[in-house]
Nanobody, 124 residues
């Protein structure tokens, strides 16, 4: 089992920045990748970014490329999502997730564990 706890959400004005954190505990040695997803009201949960737990090529949704950066710190068992130049359309609940298998990182069905989510609200 892997437990994930997000933090760092909040209210920010358009153009501002937020940094989300995801603390992992439990069977962290088995994590293959950490992903970030978001869900806006009335919409499906969508992929935002992903990073291999051991390092390597990151992946981003087109809507956040150039504005968001995903990193991880294996020593601390944490992942972070740095969000810059935020837009009102970035408003959503953000979830981190852990993938224990070598499956496509952009598909939410391939993730095995999920955090509880943290609210991000961007005002115009």
């Amino acid at each position: 089992q892997v437990q994930l706890v997000e933090s760092g959400g909040g209210l920010v004005q358009a153009g501002g920045s937020l940094r989300l954190s995801c603390a992992a505990s439990g069977r962290t040695f088995g994590i293959y990748a950490m992903g970030w997803f978001r869900q806006a009201p009335g919409k499906e949960r969508e992929f935002v970014a992903a990073i291999p737990w051991s390092g390597g090529t990151t992946a981003y949704a087109d809507s956040v490329k150039g504005r968001f950066t995903v990193v991880r710190d294996n020593a601390k068992n944490t992942g972070n999502l740095q969000m810059n130049s935020l837009k009102p359309e970035d408003t959503a609940i953000y979830y981190c997730a852990a993938k224990m298998r070598t499956l496509v990182a952009t598909m939410r069905g391939n993730y095995d564990y999920w955090g509880q989510g943290t609210q991000v609200t961007v005002s115009s």
